[in-house]
């Protein structure tokens, strides 16, 4: 080797790291640049309805909502480890959030970090939106599992009635700017 080469280095782990945060929070920016808010406009092949004030949701369904919320994400945490969409299949209804899991299972299936899951934990949930099939769960998350960062998000998280399997489920994601 002469003076004048340099030897080639791999990027710092540091620089991924943030790199990923980056592409994640452009990713989630376009979201809902694209969709629009969550608040205002319905997703799209959904319709808008009438909904009662969060105000008027009885104590019992307000913890329904925020539990089965918190069964989405604790599915979705299992999922992240591992890649089975299995995993999330029961609590996602067919939507935006259920169609882009899936086009990552492959990926995270080869490369996932294995177990323990993730934790995506609700701080403070609120409920911003309730109607009689579509609920919005406004709340922070701590994501954290043994051995990784813990991370922070601020979501809303629209929850969808099924029917059928009389539960809520969820639908979309969307990142709360501040």
Do not use: C, H, K
């Amino acid at each position: 080797m002469t003076g004048s080469e340099t030897p080639i280095q791999g990027p710092p782990t540091w620089r991924i790291i943030v790199a990923f945060g980056v592409v994640l929070a452009l990713a989630a920016a376009l979201v809902v640049v694209t969709q629009g808010s969550a608040d205002t406009i319905a997703a799209p092949g959904r319709e808008e309805t009438s909904t009662p004030s969060p105000a008027e949701t009885s104590p019992d369904q307000a913890a329904t909502i925020v539990a089965d919320t918190e069964a989405a994400l604790r599915a979705w945490g299992w999922f992240a480890a591992t890649g089975e969409i299995a995993a999330v299949e029961g609590v996602f209804a067919e939507g935006p959030q259920l169609a882009q899991l899936r086009n990552e299972a492959e990926g995270l299936r080869n490369s996932a970090s294995g177990l323990p899951p993730f934790d995506f934990a609700l701080v403070e949930p609120a409920l911003t939106d309730v109607g009689e099939s579509r609920a919005v769960v406004r709340s922070s998350i701590r994501m954290t599992r043994p051995g990784t960062e813990p991370a922070d998000f601020r979501w809303d998280i629209e929850m969808t009635w099924d029917q059928a399997a009389e539960r809520w489920r969820l639908y979309t994601v969307a990142t709360v700017e501040e």
